[in-house]
């Protein structure tokens, strides 16, 4: 009998454990991609009327949405499988190249793109049954 219990007792706290790694998971993921939407937000309102994207504002926000991004790209690849979120770098690196460029409206286009993977991602990814089995 107290062995049975024993293992029930195990049982439930290895569901308990990998519930919270999936809950942990799910947050991590959220909070990086809702980080990535916010500065291209950002970006998005810096930009708005200008005609040229040589400007110091611009390149920081820029820089710093790619160093975040860095950051969250190394964690989130022991989360995640790294070919799902590659498009959001890429497309980090082509708004450098359109800055360089002063190519307003591809850098718009870019900035969407961003947006609308970090938007697919956000309902993708998250906490359910297939992460804990």
Request: include cysteine; hydrophobic fraction near 45%.
């Amino acid at each position: 009998m107290k062995n049975k219990i024993f293992h029930i007792a195990n049982f439930i706290f290895i569901i308990l454990v990998l519930c919270a790694i999936c809950i942990l998971e799910d947050v991590l993921v959220s909070n990086s991609l809702r980080a990535v939407q916010t500065q291209c937000y950002k970006i998005e309102k810096l930009i708005e009327g200008r005609e040229s994207l040589k400007s110091m504002d611009v390149v920081m926000a820029v820089d710093n949405l790619e160093y975040m991004w860095r950051q969250d790209e190394s964690a989130l690849c022991f989360m995640v499988n790294h070919k799902s979120i590659q498009e959001i770098g890429q497309e980090v690196v082509r708004l450098k190249t359109y800055i360089a460029e002063d190519e307003v409206t591809e850098f718009k286009v870019s900035l969407e793109e961003i947006k609308h993977y970090c938007y697919g991602y956000l309902h993708f990814m998250g906490a359910n049954i297939h992460n804990v089995l």
